[in-house]
């Protein structure tokens, strides 16, 4: 019997620090500095966002604990043309939205989720 994965993949804002130009951030990089600039980049995010990125984080973890080696999932920044794809084409609300199969689950409830995760397992 062959192994079955089930994708699910997430549509979410992603905290994130950007690079700057290419000349600059060689520039940045051999002074040091880039990852401090990175990490204060990290830290101006409000605390709410980083609430719920915790929430989502420990979610995440948590539904690949319970269904160890049945699940592959992928994360989209919702900022990406992706991201907006899926978000116009799934008729996306509210982030986190997964998406299995053509059902959208949104927001961090692990029960629902991990019901509807059930239904599409073998």
């Known amino acids: 019997m062959a192994d079955f994965s089930l994708k699910v993949e997430v549509v979410t804002h992603v905290l994130g620090s950007l690079n700057h130009c290419s000349h ?15 990490i ?13 990125w915790q929430q989502f984080s420990d979610l995440i973890f948590s539904l690949t604990n319970r269904f160890a080696g049945k699940l ?9 043309p992706r991201g907006l794809w899926l978000t116009l084409r799934r008729r996306i609300r509210r982030y986190p939205a997964f998406l299995i199969g053509e059902e959208v689950y949104q927001g961090l409830d692990e029960a629902p989720l991990a019901r509807m995760i059930e239904t599409y397992l073998p």
């Open 24 to 38: 600059c951030q060689i520039f940045i990089d051999r002074a040091g500095i880039g990852e401090q600039i990175h």
């Open 40 to 52: 204060r980049d990290l830290l101006s995010y409000p605390p709410d966002w980083w609430e719920e």
């Open 72 to 80: 592959v999932i992928q994360v989209t920044d919702a900022q990406t």
